[in-house]
């Protein structure tokens, strides 16, 4: 098989998952964050729930549609780039993609058009209860989504047939391997976190703009409890998330702290520029048996290097390490607006620091890096296999030629730079127009369709 069509053909589909991963992630948090929106009003009556739950439910509906489109696209780039890989891997992750159309879309699909339409068509209760099952559902979709990637990198409760194929033994344990609990929690608090910042970025330029902006006030207060709260969270979890990877997958996690030769109270490395050549770090910014206390909590643990895997069954290093410290980098980020958000508020000038408001619309697309970077610290660093020391990479593609691809990747960037990049605008532009003037005109249309009811008032208990 040719490299060029092997490598052409992973670009392509690296290409085209980069831009699907970013819409689930987004509508995974805002789901949950319209259930909370609505509920909320629900509870206390009070008109500002409700009227940013109208604000944000029209994002997520375009973000949802992009999200299901771009997921299209993948589905089909298995039988035709990586009809080996879905040949043999297809008895077990067939299933579980299956599963994830029959609950997960089919739930979201189903009580969408409730959630987007029926406001002033269904009980408020009931309406809320489609809100909370579309929230439901993109957490469903997630569990099934990231149960088949997590067995990709943890294989369990499989053998193999005569044909060479993967066959299930143990569905509890293609289910739940290894990895799945760690990976599953790790990417849905991502995604609460990605949205916590575009929605505390939405708010922190409309408090630039207005900072008596009621509804920004408590968009913004709200995002920065999650960011406060949640990152932490995700710190530890991450932390527990990179021992499982140790345990399962140490090549990676040796190609993340840029560790080639194996030793005892190895350092952190903070930066610095990989040479795969020479096998070294060169320039290196480190502290002295820190990655030995992180890695193994002791101080002169032993850990192992790349040295210590066949050299064809190494990662590709720099991209490894430089994704894995961005996303870090960024989640320490996210970590230091969170707690200093809470000075802030107890100093009362959460809503007042005109400096503090344009880091958090600087951070607004913080989430999104880190989720890609993540993605492509997990990816690549399982390398060079599919299937996690069972199928190679350089066999699981179809006999396609490199002209060929090259053509279709070609198109793919044409037609997603220009049909999502319209969408992002579109989006970007709703984000830039102010709730109150949002609430306001849609008070005015809902009132020139039945005069003397607005859709606020109509909402009423």
Not at 359 to 366: D, I, K, L, R, T
Not at 379 to 384: M, T
Request: glycine share 8%.
């Amino acid at each position: 098989m040719d490299e060029l069509a092997i490598d052409l053909a992973r670009f392509q589909f690296a290409f085209t998952v980069s831009f699907h991963i970013i819409f689930p992630a987004f509508t995974i948090g805002l789901a949950s964050y319209l259930a909370v929106l609505e509920g909320l009003y629900l509870k206390t009556g009070k008109h500002k729930y409700i009227e940013l739950y109208h604000y944000w439910v029209k994002i997520f509906a375009i973000s949802f549609g992009m999200g299901v489109v771009s997921g299209i696209v993948m589905s089909y780039q298995f039988g035709t780039n990586w009809g080996v890989f879905a040949d043999k891997t297809g008895p077990v992750l067939g299933p579980l993609m299956g599963y994830e159309v029959f609950t997960a879309f089919f739930l979201e699909a189903g009580f969408l058009g409730v959630m987007l339409f029926g406001m002033n068509r269904v009980g408020k209760k009931l309406h809320f209860l489609s809100t909370l099952i579309v929230a439901i559902g993109t957490l469903l979709s997630a569990f099934w989504i990231l149960s088949v990637n997590s067995w990709m990198q943890t294989p369990a409760g499989y053998s193999v047939n005569e044909l060479g194929q993967f066959i299930p033994e143990d569905w509890w344990a293609v289910i739940f391997n290894p990895s799945f609990p760690y990976r599953l929690v790790h990417m849905v608090l991502a995604a609460y976190l990605t949205t916590a910042f575009v929605v505390g970025g939405v708010a922190a330029y409309h408090l630039l703009r207005s900072q008596h902006n009621h509804l920004a006030r408590t968009m913004f207060s709200m995002a920065m409890w999650m960011a406060a709260i949640v990152t932490p969270i995700q710190v530890v979890v991450g932390d527990l998330h990179g021992l499982n990877t140790l345990e399962h997958q140490p090549a990676k996690v040796a190609a993340m702290e840029g560790h080639f030769e194996t030793q005892k109270g190895a350092p952190l490395i903070l930066f610095g520029i990989p040479n795969e050549e020479t096998k070294r770090v060169d320039y290196k910014i480190a502290i002295p048996h820190l990655g030995s206390v992180i890695l193994k909590h002791e101080w002169n643990g032993e850990v192992k290097g790349l040295d210590a895997f066949p050299e064809d069954q190494h990662p590709p290093v720099t991209i490894v390490f430089w994704s894995f410290r961005i996303m870090v980098g960024l989640g320490f980020l996210m970590l230091a607006i969170g707690l200093y958000s809470l000075w802030l508020r107890k100093k009362n000038e959460l809503y007042h620091n005109e400096l503090f408001h344009r880091s958090c619309v600087a951070m607004a697309p913080a989430g999104f890096i880190a989720i890609l970077c993540g993605w492509i610290t997990t990816e690549v660093g399982r390398q060079p296999y599919t299937v996690y020391g069972l199928l190679r990479t350089a066999d699981s593609v179809s006999p396609v030629d490199a002209a060929a691809v090259s053509v279709s990747l070609a198109a793919f960037v044409v037609v997603y730079f220009s049909v999502f990049g319209a969408g992002f605008f579109y989006i970007l532009r709703l984000m830039r127009k102010s709730p109150t003037k949002y609430q306001e005109a849609l008070d005015s249309k809902s009132a020139k369709a039945s005069p003397g009811i607005t859709t606020t008032t109509h909402l009423n208990p």
